[in-house]
């Protein structure tokens, strides 16, 4: 069973692959998504990650809380909980 987590309150700088190895250290990574203005490109400071339930159970625990940036007292702390899923959104309305 694959669990999909969200990951908030990420660095602006951190990349996909520093997202990825981020996780890896806890277990197997099958996909990670860093949510990016559309059109800028830069970061939105969270994204998610797939791994399956029991590396991400270990992950979760591990991560939720950690402060990446203990020298910069403006970072806050990482979020990392079970993505809920948002359901599908109603049609948007034309005019």
């Known amino acids: ?49 797939q791994m399956p339930a029991a590396a991400a159970e270990v992950a979760m625990e591990a991560l939720d809380g950690l402060a990446l940036r203990e020298q910069d007292p403006d970072a806050g702390l990482l979020r990392v909980n079970v993505a809920r899923d948002r359901g599908a959104k109603p049609p948007r309305r034309t005019y």
């Open 1 to 49: 069973m694959m669990t999909r987590l969200y990951v908030g309150n990420l660095p602006l700088d951190l990349d996909e692959e520093g997202l990825r190895a981020l996780f890896a250290v806890h277990g197997e990574v099958l996909s990670v998504i860093l949510m990016t203005e559309t059109a800028s490109g830069r970061s939105r400071g969270f994204g998610f990650v």
